[in-house]
């Protein structure tokens, strides 16, 4: 069982930045994939980062690309999320989530077992 505790959400103006951060809890964490997703007001969730165990690989949503970084500390257990240059179309409820298994579909929801409660970004512009 791993629980995820989300931060590092808040109000930022366009072309800002921020840090996210998914602290979880369990001594197997190290070995879970971890995706970060988003839901804007009055839209679908969507994909928007994703890292393998060992961090080596990384997946983005093309919209993301190139201004958000994923990365990981095993040691203390969290996955962050660098945002930098935000727009006002990036202000969403930011969810991590933790698959323990290998998957081939990393920007899927139901491939994820665990949720965060989730962190709220606003960018005004």
Not at 1 to 26: I, K, N, P, T
Not at 43 to 61: D, H, L, M, P, Q
Not at 103 to 118: C, F, K, S, T
Request: hydrophobic share 35%; charged share 20%.
């Amino acid at each position: 069982q791993v629980q995820l505790v989300e931060s590092g959400g808040g109000l930022v103006q366009a072309g800002g930045s921020l840090r996210l951060s998914c602290a979880a809890s369990g001594r197997t964490f190290s070995s879970y994939g971890v995706g970060w997703f988003r839901q804007a007001p009055g839209k679908e969730r969507e994909f928007v980062a994703a890292i393998n165990w060992s961090g080596g690989n990384t997946y983005y949503a093309d919209s993301v690309k190139g201004r958000f970084t994923i990365s990981r500390d095993n040691a203390k257990n969290t996955v962050y999320l660098n945002m930098n240059s935000l727009k006002p179309e990036d202000t969403a409820v930011y969810y991590c989530a933790a698959v323990s298994r290998l998957v081939l579909r990393v920007r899927e929801e139901y491939e994820y077992d665990y949720w965060g409660q989730g962190t709220e970004v606003t960018v005004s512009s």
